[in-house]
């Protein structure tokens, strides 16, 4: 008998589960109905406290009416708290008697943003692009991580919802292409960081991803592989995609959802090619165009269509410039082969001024980089670029926190409340906390031509008092104006790394009441 008795404490201690000397139960309730149920479907998270131990939780709004359970071993403590507010809904509190626990949610009837994507302990999303089409409505595409990582590290996938006119209702999310993660090097492997552009003529989707299995860092053209390039267009708002500008598109690959080009030797024969003088000192090893939005000039059309560009990181010299009058078939690079219009830059945006220049935006530390390309002929093919400045070292220009984050630059048309004038006013965002937090809109005036006269013109001078989008950790933003005048913003928010959220704003808002759309 004693052998049994000793046998059986052996196997309770050596036993890989858990004596409980209680269960926690927490009702889950909810007041009211959120303003986007459909898009918003998680309340929030709470944090249990168990002894020494802390649980995460998050709680979705299915799960409203129900109860849910935390084991906690006997003699341990037992507390509960918010430890994440989610768009959508408000904690109204938290009560208990013994150890059964209520939690109380309220839906939010008046916040506007919405979870394109979520991430709750999945695939991670990153990677905000979001245009305006043709048709006024809205689409937004981002990257889908099952690698959990960039480009180079696996698979990635492009994935993409379509929303109404004013983004109050979004379509289910579905695949644009997948990557094959195939894991040996292909060029199909993933495809990642979207930047799209909207043909203001056609309304062809001109989409462009680094894609493939080597990571930036290590690309190394012509000796090795690059980083390549894809290119996939939609004749149809964003319904189909595929390989041809007049939506003929061939067949897709065996396995895949659609047919893509690779452009990778078009876009790197745009800079100085092996063999040439000065190749060593101009070359480009590996390149990617800056995720978000590519730039249509409203003025310039000297081809099939109205020029587009489109802003690079570059390996070893920082930033360059392509530019297509063909809506992607050929590109070049803006300025000339051996242009470094920002050496130190990171990833970079850029955007068309109103005299048709170009202004370069590109990621730093406590701010921005900035430059202008100025035209120098009518053809609108010459033309100089200035000098590069960071903005946090001009006077009013953009200083923030220590993080390099990537960010948007948007110039469009508004009005000033006071007086009613005609004005033109430049958008930058980008976080402003000391790591990836609290993406802010900074504004500013540039209706005078001297406010962009050159680039360090352009880097004063911006209001001091920028709008906050997030009050939490968050990143890479993009945005596009809607056919409503108010500002489609597409950005990177945490939980997770990260979800994707949307949200409408208006330029009264951004302004504080001193501009209004048109």
């Known amino acids: 008998m004693r052998k049994i008795i000793l046998f059986l404490v052996t196997l309770i201690l050596s036993s890989p589960f858990r004596m409980f000397a209680e269960e926690v139960k927490v009702?889950?309730?909810?007041?009211?109905?959120?303003?986007?149920?459909?898009?918003?479907?998680?309340?929030?998270?709470?944090e249990a406290q168990i002894g020494d131990k802390k649980h995460q939780r998050t709680v979705e709004a299915r799960e409203a009416g129900t109860t849910i359970t935390f084991d906690v071993p006997e003699g341990a403590t037992f507390?509960?708290?918010?430890?994440?507010?989610?768009?959508?809904?408000?904690?109204?509190?938290?009560?208990?008697?013994?150890?059964?626990?209520?939690?109380?949610?309220?839906?939010?009837?008046?916040s506007e943003y919405q979870y394109l994507?979520?991430?709750?302990?999945?695939?991670?999303?990153?990677?905000?692009?979001i245009v305006t089409m043709k048709n006024g409505k809205l689409l937004a595409i981002n990257d889908a991580r099952?690698?959990?990582?960039?480009?180079?590290?696996?698979?990635?996938?492009?994935?993409?919802?379509i929303g109404s006119k004013d983004g109050s209702k979004w379509s289910e999310g579905k695949y644009v292409i997948q990557g094959s993660y195939s894991d040996?090097?292909?060029?199909?492997?993933?495809?990642?960081?979207?930047?799209?552009?909207?043909?203001?003529?056609?309304?062809?989707?001109?989409?462009?991803?680094?894609?493939?299995?080597?990571?930036?860092?290590?690309?190394?053209?012509?000796?090795?592989?690059?980083?390549?390039?894809?290119?996939?267009?939609?004749?149809?708002?964003?319904?189909?995609?595929?390989?041809?500008?007049?939506?003929?598109?061939?067949p897709a690959p065996q396995g895949a959802l659609c047919s893509w080009s690779d452009i990778t030797n078009i876009f790197y024969s745009a800079f100085m090619q092996k063999g040439e003088e000065g190749f060593d000192q101009y070359?480009?090893?590996?390149?990617?165009?800056?995720?978000?939005?590519?730039?249509?000039?409203?003025?310039?059309?000297?081809?099939?269509?109205?020029?587009?560009?489109?802003?690079?990181?570059?390996?070893?010299?920082?930033n360059r410039v392509l530019y297509t009058d063909d809506f992607g078939q050929t590109w070049h690079a803006l300025g000339g082969k051996t242009a470094l219009p920002c050496p130190r830059g990171d990833e970079p945006k850029c955007e068309e001024l109103p005299d048709g220049s170009v202004v370069l935006s590109s990621r730093k530390g406590a701010?921005?980089?900035?430059?202008?390309?100025?035209?120098?002929?009518?053809?609108?093919?010459?033309?100089?670029?200035?000098?590069?400045?960071?903005?946090?070292?001009?006077?009013?220009?953009?200083?923030?926190?220590?993080?390099?984050?990537?960010?948007?630059?948007?110039?469009?048309?508004?009005?000033?409340?006071s007086n009613g004038t005609e004005a033109t006013l430049a958008l930058q965002s980008l976080p402003t906390g000391d790591g990836r937090s609290d993406v802010k809109i900074y504004w500013k005036d540039i209706t005078s031509p001297a406010s962009y006269?050159?680039?360090?013109?352009?880097?004063?001078?911006?209001?001091?008092?920028?709008?906050?989008?997030?009050?939490?950790?968050?990143a890479y933003s993009t945005m596009t104006l809607q056919k409503d005048g108010r500002i489609g913003f597409f950005y990177e928010e945490e939980p997770g790394w990260y979800s994707m959220v949307y949200v409408p704003i208006s330029i009264e808002t951004i302004t504080n009441g001193q501009y209004k759309v048109k």
């Open 27 to 46: 009702n889950i309730c909810l007041e009211g109905k959120t303003r986007h149920p459909k898009t918003n479907l998680w309340m929030g998270v709470i």
């Open 79 to 110: 507390s509960l708290k918010e430890a994440r507010k989610l768009h959508g809904y408000n904690l109204v509190g938290i009560q208990h008697q013994g150890n059964d626990w209520t939690v109380t949610y309220k839906g939010d009837k008046d």
């Open 117 to 129: 994507w979520f991430h709750n302990d999945k695939e991670p999303f990153r990677i905000p692009s």
């Open 146 to 161: 099952p690698c959990g990582n960039d480009i180079g590290y696996g698979r990635v996938d492009q994935v993409m919802r």
């Open 184 to 250: 040996e090097g292909v060029r199909d492997d993933g495809f990642g960081d979207p930047a799209m552009v909207v043909d203001r003529e056609s309304g062809a989707i001109l989409l462009i991803d680094v894609c493939g299995h080597t990571v930036c860092w290590h690309g190394n053209w012509p000796d090795g592989e690059p980083n390549p390039v894809a290119r996939l267009y939609s004749t149809d708002n964003g319904k189909t995609w595929g390989d041809a500008l007049d939506g003929k598109h061939s």
């Open 283 to 318: 070359r480009v090893q590996s390149l990617f165009v800056g995720s978000g939005k590519l730039t249509q000039s409203k003025s310039i059309k000297v081809g099939t269509h109205y020029r587009v560009y489109a802003p690079v990181w570059t390996k070893n010299h920082g």
């Open 367 to 417: 701010g921005r980089y900035f430059n202008i390309f100025k035209y120098t002929d009518g053809k609108k093919v010459n033309g100089a670029w200035g000098e590069c400045v960071a903005s946090d070292a001009e006077k009013g220009g953009i200083k923030c926190g220590r993080n390099s984050t990537n960010g948007e630059i948007l110039i469009l048309k508004a009005k000033k409340v």
């Open 453 to 474: 006269s050159s680039p360090r013109a352009f880097a004063e001078n911006w209001n001091q008092q920028p709008y906050q989008v997030s009050h939490t950790g968050s």
